[in-house]
C-alpha cells in the first residue's frame, strides 16, 4: 500500500503487515522533490508515479524507491489555488486516475477563473477546466473536454471564494473508462479510451440533508451494464478513495481529526 502525505511531502509505501517499506522522495524543490503529493498511481512496470500538483509534475520511482524520471505538465494542466493564489488567473485542483490500460486519466475540477470586475452582481458560478488521457511519460493520448468546476461565489469588490454547500465535479477510473459526476443530477457519465461519451448512467435521487460530520453512508454499487446489483454502507467518519476486491480502501477520521488509513471488507447482512 503507497499512502501520500504532505507533512511533509513524500510517498510512503508499505508492506502487507502495516510496517514501512521504503519512503519515495522528499520535500523540495529538485529531482524527486515535492511540494504537494496529490496522488500516487501504480505502474504495470512494477513502478510508482507520483503526482506534485503544484508543480505540475510527475516523478516516476521504482519499487525499492530509486528515483527514475520526471516529466512536467504545466503546458496543459492549469495551477492549484496553492500556487496560485489569484482569483482572476483560472486553478483548480487536478488528480490523477489510473486506467487499466495502464495509462492515465488527468481529471481537472476548477477553483475559480473569474476575471476581477467581470460581474456586475453577487453570483454563483462553474467555470470549466480540460481533462484528458496520457501515458506515463506525460504524452498526451486522447482528450476528454471540459467538465464543470465546482461552484464558487463572487461579489463585486470582495473577491471569489467556493460556495458553501455547493455542488462539484467527481471523477473516477472503471476499467479503462473515466466516470465524471458534476452534481448536478443523480447520474454518471463513462468516457472511454479515446476521451468520447460512451455512456451515461442515472439513478433516483437519494436525501442531500446536510450534517456536521461524515455519517455513515450508502453507497449503489452497479454492475457493468448500468443496473444496480447492491448497495453497501461505508462507517461514520470514513471517506472511501478505492475498491480493491472484496476491500474499501479509505482515510478515516477520528474525533480529533486524526487521520488514519483504513481497509473495510465487504460483506452481506
Same mark, same amino acid.
Given at each position: 500500500?503507497?499512502?501520500?502525505?504532505?507533512?511533509?511531502?513524500?510517498?510512503?509505501?508499505?508492506?502487507?503487515?502495516?510496517?514501512?517499506?521504503?519512503?519515495?522522495?522528499?520535500?523540495?524543490?529538485?529531482?524527486?522533490?515535492?511540494?504537494?503529493?496529490?496522488?500516487?498511481?501504480?505502474?504495470?512496470?512494477?513502478?510508482?508515479?507520483?503526482?506534485?500538483?503544484?508543480?505540475?509534475?510527475?516523478?516516476?520511482?521504482? +519499487?525499492?524507491?530509486?528515483?527514475?524520471?520526471?516529466? +512536467?505538465?504545466?503546458?496543459?494542466?492549469?495551477?492549484?489555488?496553492?500556487?496560485?493564489?489569484?482569483?482572476?488567473?483560472?486553478?483548480?485542483?487536478?488528480?490523477?486516475?489510473?486506467?487499466?490500460?495502464?495509462?492515465?486519466?488527468?481529471?481537472?475540477?476548477?477553483?475559480?477563473?473569474?476575471?476581477?470586475?467581470?460581474?456586475?452582481?453577487?453570483?454563483?458560478?462553474?467555470?470549466?477546466?480540460?481533462?484528458?488521457?496520457?501515458?506515463? $511519460?506525460?504524452?498526451?493520448?486522447?482528450?476528454?473536454?471540459?467538465?464543470?468546476?465546482?461552484?464558487?461565489?463572487?461579489?463585486?469588490?470582495?473577491?471569489?471564494?467556493?460556495?458553501?454547500?455547493?455542488?462539484?465535479?467527481?471523477?473516477? +477510473?472503471?476499467?479503462?473508462?473515466?466516470?465524471?459526476?458534476?452534481? $448536478?443530477?443523480?447520474?454518471?457519465?463513462?468516457?472511454?479510451?479515446?476521451?468520447?461519451?460512451?455512456?451515461?448512467?442515472?439513478?433516483?435521487?437519494?436525501?442531500?440533508?446536510?450534517?456536521?460530520?461524515?455519517?455513515?453512508?450508502?453507497?449503489?454499487?452497479? +454492475?457493468?451494464?448500468?443496473?444496480?446489483?447492491?448497495?453497501?454502507?461505508?462507517? $461514520?467518519?470514513?471517506?472511501?478513495?478505492?475498491?480493491?476486491?472484496?476491500?474499501?480502501?479509505?482515510?478515516?477520521?477520528? $474525533?480529533?481529526?486524526?487521520?488514519?488509513?483504513?481497509?473495510?471488507?465487504?460483506?452481506?447482512?
Amino acid at each position: 500500500m503507497a499512502v501520500g502525505t504532505n507533512s511533509p511531502a513524500q510517498a510512503l509505501v508499505f508492506e502487507a503487515d502495516g510496517s514501512l517499506a521504503v519512503t519515495l522522495g522528499r520535500e523540495g524543490d529538485g529531482p524527486g522533490e515535492f511540494w504537494n503529493v496529490a496522488s500516487l498511481v501504480a505502474l504495470a512496470s512494477d513502478s510508482i508515479l507520483v503526482w506534485d500538483r503544484d508543480r505540475r509534475r510527475i516523478s516516476v520511482f521504482t +519499487g525499492e524507491g530509486v528515483y527514475s524520471r520526471e516529466a +512536467g505538465l504545466s503546458e496543459s494542466v492549469s495551477l492549484s489555488p496553492l500556487a496560485e493564489p489569484s482569483t482572476s488567473v483560472p486553478a483548480g485542483f487536478t488528480s490523477l486516475v489510473p486506467l487499466t490500460s495502464g495509462t492515465i486519466a488527468v481529471f481537472s475540477v476548477g477553483v475559480w477563473g473569474m476575471e476581477a470586475g467581470a460581474a456586475a452582481e453577487p453570483s454563483v458560478t462553474r467555470t470549466e477546466l480540460p481533462s484528458k488521457r496520457i501515458d506515463s $511519460e506525460g504524452v498526451t493520448l486522447a482528450s476528454y473536454g471540459s467538465f464543470r468546476s465546482m461552484e464558487f461565489y463572487y461579489a463585486p469588490g470582495i473577491g471569489t471564494a467556493p460556495y458553501a454547500f455547493g455542488a462539484t465535479t467527481s471523477g473516477a +477510473g472503471s476499467g479503462d473508462a473515466l466516470v465524471v459526476g458534476t452534481g $448536478e443530477s443523480p447520474e454518471v457519465r463513462f468516457y472511454g479510451p479515446d476521451g468520447a461519451l460512451d455512456r451515461i448512467v442515472r439513478w433516483g435521487d437519494s436525501d442531500r440533508s446536510v450534517v456536521r460530520s461524515m455519517p455513515a453512508r450508502d453507497w449503489l454499487v452497479f +454492475g457493468a451494464e448500468g443496473t444496480i446489483v447492491a448497495t453497501v454502507r461505508t462507517p $461514520e467518519q470514513f471517506e472511501p478513495g478505492a475498491v480493491r476486491g472484496d476491500r474499501v480502501w479509505g482515510v478515516f477520521r477520528d $474525533e480529533l481529526e486524526v487521520e488514519s488509513v483504513r481497509a473495510y471488507r465487504i460483506t452481506k447482512p
